[in-house]
Structure formats: structure tokens, C-alpha cells
T-cell receptor, first 114, second 114 residues
Framework: AQSVTQLGSHVSVSEGALVLLRCNYSSSVPPYLFWYVQYPNQGLQLLLKYTSAATLVKGINGFEAEFKKSETSFHLTKPSAHMSDAAEYFCAVSHTGTASKLTFGTGTRLQVTL | KAGVTQTPRYLIKTRGQQVTLSCSPISGHRSVSWYQQTPGQGLQFLFEYFSETQRNKGNFPGRFSGRQFSNSRSEMNVSTLELGDSALYLC?????????????FGEGSRLTVL
């Protein structure tokens, strides 16, 4: 069964600092991987997705993620944090053959301080 | 292009009652999925409908049911409500032909069971 693990339920960074949110996946087949963001009292918004076309994936709002098969990782990064990045971030994996069924990680709440 | 619309946004019910939540997908999207989000269990897949047929189902009791209409709008119903059903219920639609699992989420319906 496919699954994802997000390390760190809370991450705090200073404005302008590097953002690194960790996600490791478990899958017996090449997975489709996603990062979603959720702002307070809102639904989820897709940041980026990996579908095997390229290992370095660029998303919206300056975020990117690199698929590393050897490390089974798909960490999310942003070079310079902005106050507006404060939100909860979810890594997710799509089940093979059932693309609309996503298994989500437990989420990482990003806090950005001045 | 209008996004995914969920109604109602907030509702309060008492134990034993039933509730119906509605979701209008993005125009042209034929797949609608439902997820339950709680602080304890995180995001969990409920079910997915495609062209009026349930295509996938998560591990929820039979009290949770859904349906999809010919215009792709979907409803989910929870009968005999329990306190533990208090959650944010998220609907997502997908029109991806490449089956990569990119979902577009609504803002959710927040259900409180007293």
C-alpha cells in the first residue's frame, strides 16, 4: 500500500529564510506525488505534482520539490519564506489506477516569523 | 471558471440526526471525491463518483453514503450522526484525462455534532 510520512508537524522559519518541509513516501510502484496547501478555514490547493516527467518540480508561489527515488523522498522547498506562506502543507500520494484516491500525510504547519 | 462549490459551509446537528452535504464540481469535471478531515485522523478518503457511479470507496461505515447526478453534482449523506462525525468534509473534483490525480478542492462543509 502506498503511504507518505511527513516529518515535523510544526515548522517555524523567519521571513526570508529557507523553507524545507519533509515528505517520504512508500510505494511499490512509481508513485504520483503531490503537495497541497491549506489556509485557515479553506480547502486544499495544489502546489505542485510529480508524475515522473521531471524529478525537480516547480510549483506555484515559488515552491519546488525534488523527487529522489534513492531516498524515497519528495521534500518541499522555497528559498525565501514570506509571511503569506503560513499555512498547513500536506504531502499526498495517488493510488495506482485510482487517481482520485489520495493518501495524505499528517500535515506540517508552517509558521513564519518576523 | 468557477471552482468547486460546497454547501452548506457550516452546520450543527445533534446525535442521531442525519445530514446531507452538496458539492458542485468545476464545469466539465466528471469525477467527484469526498474526504473527511479531523484533527485526530487527518484527511481520509470517503468515496469517489464518476459518471453517476461510485468508483472507489474508503473505509467508512455504511452510515456514510453518496450519490452523483447526471450534471456531476454530488451529495453525501451521513445518517445516525455520532459525535465523532464532527469534521470538515471536503469535496474535490477532477477532470484529468491523464489520470494523474490532480484534485481541485472546495472550501468544505464544517459539521459539528452535539
Amino acid at each position: 500500500a502506498q503511504s507518505v510520512t511527513q516529518l515535523g508537524s510544526h515548522v517555524s522559519v523567519s521571513e526570508g529564510a529557507l523553507v524545507l518541509l519533509r515528505c517520504n513516501y512508500s510505494s511499490s510502484v512509481p508513485p504520483y506525488l503531490f503537495w497541497y496547501v491549506q489556509y485557515p478555514n479553506q480547502g486544499l490547493q495544489l502546489l505542485l505534482k510529480y508524475t515522473s516527467a521531471a524529478t525537480l518540480v516547480k510549483g506555484i508561489n515559488g515552491f519546488e520539490a525534488e523527487f529522489k527515488k534513492s531516498e524515497t523522498s519528495f521534500h518541499l522547498t522555497k528559498p525565501s519564506a514570506h509571511m503569506s506562506d503560513a499555512a498547513e502543507y500536506f504531502c499526498a500520494v495517488s493510488h495506482t489506477g485510482t487517481a482520485s484516491k489520495l493518501t495524505f500525510g499528517t500535515g506540517t504547519r508552517l509558521q513564519v516569523t518576523l | 471558471k468557477a471552482g468547486v462549490t460546497q454547501t452548506p459551509r457550516y452546520l450543527i446537528k445533534t446525535r442521531g440526526q442525519q445530514v446531507t452535504l452538496s458539492c458542485s464540481p468545476i464545469s466539465g469535471h466528471r469525477s467527484v471525491s469526498w474526504y473527511q478531515q479531523t484533527p485526530g485522523q487527518g484527511l481520509q478518503f470517503l468515496f469517489e463518483y464518476f459518471s453517476e457511479t461510485q468508483r472507489n470507496k474508503g473505509n467508512f461505515p455504511g452510515r456514510f453514503s453518496g450519490r452523483q447526478f447526471s450534471n456531476s453534482r454530488s451529495e453525501m449523506n451521513v445518517s445516525t450522526l455520532e459525535l465523532g462525525d464532527s469534521a470538515l468534509y471536503l469535496c474535490a473534483s477532477s477532470g484529468s484525462r491523464s489520470n494523474t490525480g490532480e484534485l481541485f478542492f472546495g472550501e468544505g462543509s464544517r459539521l459539528t455534532v452535539l
